[in-house]
């Protein structure tokens, strides 16, 4: 059975009275009008308003209750208080008063009408806490925050770039590990082929007329300077990787360049019947020296393994649109469309031996890939099966 809910007895006022001015908090009752100047008089206020405010009762009773307001009182949150007390809502606000001797502090104010028996609003109460110590609390903790959320979005930055360089890193080392094996290859194949030749001279050099002498030993010569040719850009790439990892870049002239290249390689050039065709005109680019010579020379080289008796290697130079494309071309065996695309895309194409069985190890056109990307330039590459193929190196021209 529900309870009979007891109706409040009548208390004495003095109860009340006693109540109220023992309150923690400040209880302010003000009468309802008028709002505007001179505002509602104080007709109460209890012993915690005179504590926190230093205002006595004389200077209190009567007055209006904005004389607790200054400088960095919100004025949006009055007109939202003077809104609902004209309205005769109850209102919530936080709001900065001022002591008696100007001291700040922040209160958090609820402010309710009180009716007469009729319903009349005829007057205002009041019941306010003194949350200064809360609201410095808060804005510590307000700027731990922003000092914690600026930490961690600057430790995500420097996370991102260290994943960036771990991944560069780990690319390099795979890159690394998959030349070493393939140097190491190659040259153990140089070196049982130098062995094999050797002891077979060895062995029967008593037997052996002076031409087949000078054969093997034209042989051996031959896997000897193709194991050099590798070396030096072995030796190219550790250099580029140790001790230069950017590209000078200064403007190069590559007519001379080019002349120092083939020079180095006519005998080459000379021995299988081919020729060597240098540029026509000169051309200023911006690139590193040392790596522009060893691009070009790859290039020439290959030109020159892949090239028959009587064909002949061009080096030719044009500018479009404000960059130099300094072309290889030879009219040799050419390629396959895989074959050119696994160049473009930095792979390494399987070894080919050259027209006059020349042996190579893929390892060159590596490497002119990564010395083209760290001068900023581009390679493209024209071929065709049978008619030959046309290197193109892009860089900037020097204005
Ligand atoms: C009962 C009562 C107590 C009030 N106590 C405070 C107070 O302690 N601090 C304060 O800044 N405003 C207090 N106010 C609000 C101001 O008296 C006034 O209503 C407010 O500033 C909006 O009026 P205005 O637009 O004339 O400024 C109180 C208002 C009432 C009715």
């Given amino acids: 059975m529900p309870r009979k809910r007891k109706s409040t007895p009548i208390l004495p006022q003095w109860i009340f009275r006693g109540a109220l001015d023992n309150a923690k908090d400040v209880i302010l009752v003000t009468e309802a009008e008028p709002l505007d100047e001179p505002g509602p008089k104080i007709v109460y206020a209890n012993q915690a308003f005179y504590e926190l405010t230093g205002f006595t009762p004389e200077e209190t009773i009567g007055n209006d209750p904005r004389m607790l307001q200054g400088e960095d009182t919100d004025r949006a949150t009055l007109d939202r208080v003077r809104a609902a007390l004209k309205a005769h809502e109850p209102v919530r606000v936080e709001v900065v008063n001022y002591t008696k001797s100007g001291q700040s502090y922040w209160l958090d104010m609820i402010i309710v009408p009180l009716r007469d028996p009729h319903g009349k609003v005829t007057h205002f109460a009041a019941i306010e806490r003194d949350i200064t110590a809360v609201k410095s609390l808060e804005r510590d903790l307000m700027r731990r925050h922003e000092t ?73 010569h031959r896997v000897v300077k193709d194991s050099h040719r590798m070396l030096e850009n072995l030796l190219a790439y550790s250099l580029m990787q140790r ?73 030719l130079g044009r500018d479009v649109d404000g960059r130099s494309r300094i072309g290889v071309s030879d009219s040799g065996i050419g390629m396959s469309e895989a074959q050119v695309r696994s160049i473009l895309d930095h792979q390494r194409v399987k070894p080919q031996r050259g027209t006059a069985e020349e042996k190579g190890t893929g390892f060159g056109l590596i490497l002119c890939g990564q010395l083209i990307r760290k001068m900023g330039g581009q390679l493209s590459v024209r071929s065709e099966l049978g008619k030959g193929s046309t290197f193109e190196l892009v860089l900037d021209r020097v204005p």
């Fill in 148 to 220: 914690a959320t600026g930490e961690v979005q600057r430790l995500a930055k420097a996370n991102d770039v260290i994943e960036a360089s771990r991944r560069q890193l780990c690319e390099l080392d795979a890159e690394n590990n998959r030349l070493l094996s393939i140097i190491g290859h190659d040259l153990r194949n140089a070196f049982t082929a130098i062995i094999g030749f050797t002891s077979l001279l060895e062995g029967r050099l008593p037997d052996l007329s002076t031409a087949q002498v000078a054969n093997e030993v034209t042989r051996i």
């Fill in 243 to 315: 001790e230069t990892p950017e590209a000078k870049l200064q403007p190069v002239s590559l007519s001379p360049l080019v002349e120092r290249v083939l020079g180095v390689l006519e005998e080459r050039a000379a021995r299988k019947g081919i020729m060597l065709e240098p540029l026509a005109s000169e051309h200023l680019v911006v690139a590193d020296e040392r790596m522009l010579e060893v691009v070009i020379r790859n290039l020439v080289e290959n030109a020159i393994k892949f090239s028959h008796a009587g064909g002949r290697v061009r080096i």
